[in-house]
């Protein structure tokens, strides 16, 4: 392994968070975040099928003919995703009915494709089991965030708890569409913020970026 | 949702234009979104061929699911089906416009690859099966879907292109701003539900 164990998880946890840094996977993250319980669900699915994903696709890396690579991989996804959407079904109804059509599109999720081709193509099967695994615990990290920050202003809930003693009013807004959007937005705007001052310091502005 | 009565064509076509849009209120397709909208033009050609595949592949869907799933009883591995038929049509669509248009491929001719992995795409084929469409409802919701896609991208994309000259706080320039621009237009596009609704 060229990395050790520290820097992978810190690599997947933190620097080069899939949804944050990478701005991958961004469809489910924002459509499932409106219940801490869904997000969890969705999170841990999620990491199951990249784990195995990365798993399989690493074993048959030198099996693949190049040209059809692509379609093997979805393929494998697919599969992976089937097995956590009739594992959901069965296990949980209430949940699969709310998630709706979003398990099935963990296929087309960019995460899992992502690490496929970044990271399994080139790396043994357990460091790419790892990295998967890891990469989809960032990525449920990041939902669980947002889930809490929404779940609490829009229902006054965590996990269906009523945390709202106060009684407060809750933001309708929160539950909708546009609240994920300018939430993800302020995460990224944070972490990169973070993220540069440890690079330099001194407060020199990075780069320009568009 | 088989039992709710049927809701006209011509409404599924608009909603999914304005009040569902695939991008602002389900969120699919976020990825190309986000990383194909620093440029006008790129994104509305994204968008064109965005919403041809998602015709295209509606149709194909519509009758494999009619045809080959429900009565085979497939659907544990529907998925799969659906997916190997998106990267063929997007596949055979490439060669086509290779033989046939060629200025058009050269255009659009990296973006194609990248729509197999569209969430947009397939969402749209789950979503008929889960709302259960008839194939009129089908095929409207599936234009009116990839019209609403490339509305919403050209949009990002013509408000990033004015925003280039901007000053913005550090740490959020690029995919930050992207999203907070996007849920204004979420709000903005919100505030037409109370025209029509379709879920």
């Known amino acids: 392994m060229a990395e050790s164990w520290k820097q992978l998880v810190k690599r997947n946890l933190w620097t080069e968070n899939q949804v944050v840094r990478q701005i991958l996977g961004i469809c489910s993250s924002l459509a499932v975040t409106n219940l801490m319980a869904n997000s969890l669900v969705m999170g841990l699915g999620l990491t199951f099928v990249t784990a195995l994903s990365g798993l399989t696709l690493s074993l048959l890396r030198n099996l693949i003919p190049r040209r059809i690579r692509m379609i093997v991989q979805t393929l494998v996804i697919a599969a992976y995703v089937i097995l956590v959407d009739l594992i959901i079904k069965a296990a949980l109804p209430d949940i699969s009915k709310a998630l709706g059509p979003y398990v099935a599109l963990i296929i087309t999720n960019c995460i899992i494709m992502g690490r496929a081709e970044a990271y399994a193509q080139k790396n043994p099967p357990v460091a790419s089991m790892l990295d998967g695994f890891f990469a989809g615990i960032g990525y449920t990290l990041v939902l669980l965030l947002i889930a809490l920050i929404r779940e609490a202003l829009g229902f006054g809930t965590i996990f269906g708890y009523n945390v709202n003693l106060l009684g407060l009013d809750t933001w309708t807004i929160m539950v909708m569409p546009p609240s994920a959007f300018f939430l993800i937005g302020i995460l990224i705007w944070l972490v990169s913020n973070v993220q540069e001052k440890k690079k330099n310091p001194a407060g020199k502005p990075g780069p320009a970026k568009r | ?199």
């Not at chain 2, 033009?41 to 869907?61: D, F, R």
């Not at chain 2, 008839?134 to 509305?151: D, I, R, Y």
């Not at chain 2, 408000?159 to 907070?180: C, D, Q, T, V, W």
Request: proline share 4%; aromatic share 12%.
């Open chain 2, 1 to 199: 949702m088989s039992g709710a009565p049927p809701i006209s064509p011509i409404i599924i076509f608009f909603a999914s234009i304005l009040t569902s849009n695939m991008i602002l209120s389900n969120f699919l397709g976020m990825c190309s979104f986000i990383s194909v909208s620093n440029e006008y033009k790129t994104a509305s050609g994204l968008g064109k061929a965005v919403s041809l595949v998602m015709i295209l592949t509606m149709a194909i869907n519509y009758a494999i699911y009619h045809f080959l799933v429900l009565p085979l009883g497939l659907e544990y591995i529907q998925y799969i089906i659906y997916i190997i038929v998106i990267a063929a049509s997007v596949q055979v669509i490439e060669m086509a416009m290779d033989r046939f248009l060629p200025d058009l491929y050269l255009k659009l001719g990296i973006f194609l690859p990248l729509i197999t992995v569209n969430c947009a795409i397939l969402g749209i084929t789950l979503f008929m099966v889960i709302r259960q469409y008839t194939f009129l409802q089908a095929m409207l919701f599936a234009a009116g879907s990839g019209l609403g896609w490339w509305l919403a991208i050209s949009a990002l994309a013509a408000i990033r292109e004015k925003m280039a000259r901007s000053k913005l706080p550090r740490g959020l320039a690029g995919p930050g701003i992207a999203f907070i621009i996007t849920g204004l237009m979420a709000l903005a596009f919100i505030g037409l539900s109370g025209v029509f609704a379709v879920q």
